[in-house]
């Protein structure tokens, strides 16, 4: 069963940073890939970024390019999220996710919750 578990979400002022990270109990680089959700207040869930373990790439929502990275420790089989220039839009839960074969994500942390105040 693979467990994944978010932490670094908080309250900041808007144009702060805040580093979320996501700790799996598997060996995340064995995966396809890992990726980063949010859902914000009476809002759908939505993309934010992902990292895939083969080619390194990353993609990221068009909201957050620029502003947001996604990087990984393999020793510590675990994913980050920094995020700079904070504003309110960015206020929601975050969720960081693993993707097993490149098909879906079969597996979700609990979510952090991160506010931005203006």
């Known amino acids: 069963q693979v467990q994944l578990v978010e932490s670094g979400g908080g309250s900041v002022q808007a144009g702060g940073s805040l580093r979320l990270s996501c700790a799996a109990n598997?060996?995340?680089?064995?995966?396809?890939?890992m990726g980063w959700f949010r859902q914000a207040p009476g809002k759908e869930r939505e993309f934010v970024a992902t990292i895939r373990w083969g080619s390194g790439k990353t993609v990221y929502a068009h909201s957050v390019e620029g502003r947001f990275t996604i990087s990984g420790d393999a020793a510590k089989n675990t994913v980050y999220l920094q995020m700079n220039s904070l504003n309110s839009e960015d206020t929601a839960v975050y969720y960081c996710a693993l993707d097993p074969t490149g098909n879906a994500y079969d597996w979700w942390g609990q979510g952090t919750q991160v506010t931005v105040s203006s």
């Open positions: 598997v060996r995340t680089f064995s995966s396809y890939g």
